[in-house]
Nanobody, 125 residues
Framework: QVQLVESGGGSVQAGESLRLSCLAS?????MGWFHQAPGKEREGVAA???????SYADSVQGRFTISKDSAKNTLYLQMNGLKPEDTAMYYC??????????????????????WGQGIQVTVSS
């Protein structure tokens, strides 16, 4: 089991930026960010694996960047050009599985075994 702790959320205006961080208790193969708006399903936002492969949801492609500092077991999500529709709880997730094909499997909720408690991101227009 991996313990995950998110930080960096908050309230911003549309067009502004935030960086989320997720500290993991140990290294694990694949890590991702998901978001969940009220009344909606939890959806994959971005993922990265130990080989450096990355994947993004179409809605954030070009605006968000996922990265990790392996020495610190820390995952990041740089969110630029935030929109009101990005408002949601954001969750860090971890999986011991090497997703294949990575592009779509890494954004599936079902492949992740460990989750953080979530952090709120609110974007005002």
């Amino acid at each position: 089991q991996v313990q995950l702790v998110e930080s960096g959320g908050g309230s911003v205006q549309a067009g502004e930026s935030l960086r989320l961080s997720c500290l993991a208790s140990r290294d694990i193969y694949t890590m991702g960010w998901f978001h969940q708006a009220p009344g909606k399903e939890r959806e994959g936002v971005a993922a990265i694996d130990r080989d450096g492969n990355t994947s993004y949801a179409d809605s954030v492609q070009g605006r968000f960047t996922i990265s990790k500092d392996s020495a610190k077991n820390t995952l990041y999500l740089q969110m630029n050009g935030l929109k009101p529709e990005d408002t949601a709880m954001y969750y860090c997730a971890a999986s011991p599985i090497k997703a294949s094909p990575f592009k779509w499997m890494s954004l599936l909720r079902a492949m992740y075994t460990d989750w953080g408690q979530g952090i709120q991101v609110t974007v005002s227009s």
